[in-house]
């Protein structure tokens, strides 16, 4: 059956940008057959994974699974309505109160993904609203001031603010820059946002030493802490002190869908704001929650990775020994040694290429162009997987070694 399309539509540029789009490798969305972990299977292939964010693969373990199903017989497959018109589920409650313990605040809000929670935030901390009876709120004199290399949710969120006089942003981790802007924002209710690890490369901020210049200024700090969560803080892990200081941080995001490896996001912070955002953010109110079993072993998940620090431990481990071997061969990752592992991919037709071979080999491994990245500067951003085997990493560097030497990048050092 065909549909007819609307006259209208002429208006619209849509199929130019598709036919545009095809020629730098533009398709349908590849379709997954069960689940995405070490491997995935794609179209009727089964492929190494290089993927998945969900790096721990905690959903293959039974006790997980049977988490899951007990919850569905306990709470059922869905919230059946907003928190603010029919009440919070138990499984949110718990896992709200878990986050607190985690990260140390008064309140938590969950929502359906880390997107929602940003998109909240900016909602709740620029909104006037007024209820009638004196119960109002006005915080349209807002400021807030980004890391450049913040995630596209963030920028989405502020985008109706005006950039110079409501928006600020200063270069990537770099402290300096972000003092002399909020030097000139002395007074102003200005909240200061930042990743603690930024998804495309990798880097992780310098936490506590942006958390003293928001100190110092009295601006707010708002951390997206969607990459790190659960996985560094303890002094035995990398950046024990930059994880160490984000606890200084007003307000924390995370998501559920990384080191979790669920689906969801929640914002944590000082009691009067987080209530306030019941009503304030929106993304909670008007749209559904996680959930109910996906709520209650998000928290049951959180809970193992407490008490079993030897998954992370044991991950990070696999993550550093991976990251040597690439240097090996002659790819050295970024510097930063964040399980976010970015390896330069040439120019777009060289990573193109890359991706494509990956692919005919069995590998799928995710290259990020612009605008993720830099114009004409993409990466290799790869995931090691928990569940990887020797013969996937050693498939895998095997391959990256000689297709980097059809395509003149990298070379045995």
Not at 157 to 170: I, M, S
Not at 212 to 227: G, P, T
Request: proline fraction near 5%.
């Amino acid at each position: 059956m065909t549909t007819s399309v609307s006259a209208a539509l002429k208006h619209w540029p849509f199929a130019d940008f598709l036919a545009a789009g095809k020629g730098l490798g533009l398709t349908d969305p590849p379709v997954i057959d069960g689940p995405a972990g070490p491997t995935v299977v794609r179209d009727g292939r089964t492929l190494a994974n290089f993927a998945s964010i969900n790096f721990l693969n905690l959903q293959e373990r039974a006790d997980v699974q049977r988490h899951f199903l007990d919850g569905i017989a306990r709470y059922g497959l869905t919230t059946g309505g907003s928190r603010m018109t029919q009440g919070i589920c138990r499984p949110h409650l718990e896992l709200e109160r878990e986050l607190c313990a985690v990260t140390g605040k008064e309140r938590a809000i969950s929502f359906a993904s880390g997107l929602l929670a940003n998109l909240g935030f900016v909602h709740a901390m620029t909104h006037h609203m007024n209820l009638g009876q004196g119960w109002e709120i006005d915080n349209q004199d807002a400021v807030f001031v980004l890391d450049r290399d913040a995630h596209w949710s963030l920028w989405k969120a502020v985008e109706n603010l005006t950039y110079g006089r409501q928006l600020f942003a200063f270069r990537h981790n770099d402290p300096a820059d972000l003092n002399r802007i909020l030097s000139r924002l002395e007074g102003k209710k200005t909240v200061v946002v930042f990743e603690s690890v930024y998804s495309a490369d990798g880097t992780v901020a310098p936490i506590g030493t942006l958390l003293d210049l928001c100190e110092r200024h009295q601006a707010l700090s708002y951390v997206d802490d969607a990459n790190g969560f659960l996985l560094y803080g303890a002094e035995n892990r990398p950046f024990a002190a930059e994880f160490d200081a984000l606890r200084r941080a007003d307000f924390v995001m995370v998501s559920f869908s990384k080191a979790v490896g669920l689906e969801g996001g929640a914002i944590a912070g000082p009691a009067d704001p987080m209530l306030a955002f019941e009503l304030l953010s929106g993304t909670s109110m008007f749209t559904a929650a996680m959930q109910p079993p996906t709520a209650s072993t998000a928290t049951r998940i959180m809970r193992l990775l407490r008490t079993e620090p030897a998954i992370v431990d044991g991950y990070l481990r696999r993550v550093a020994v991976f990251r040597e071997r690439l240097a090996e061969i002659g790819f050295p990752p970024h510097s930063t040694p964040s399980y976010l592992i970015s390896v330069p991919a040439g120019d777009d037709t060289t990573a193109v290429e890359l991706k494509e071979s990956f692919l005919a080999r069995g590998y799928l491994v995710p290259v990020f162009f612009y605008p993720a990245v830099p114009r004409n500067k993409p990466l290799l951003r790869l995931i090691l997987n928990a569940g990887h085997t020797e013969e996937h990493l050693d498939g895998f560097l095997h391959t990256l070694a000689d297709l980097g030497e059809r395509v003149g990048l990298g070379g045995s050092r």
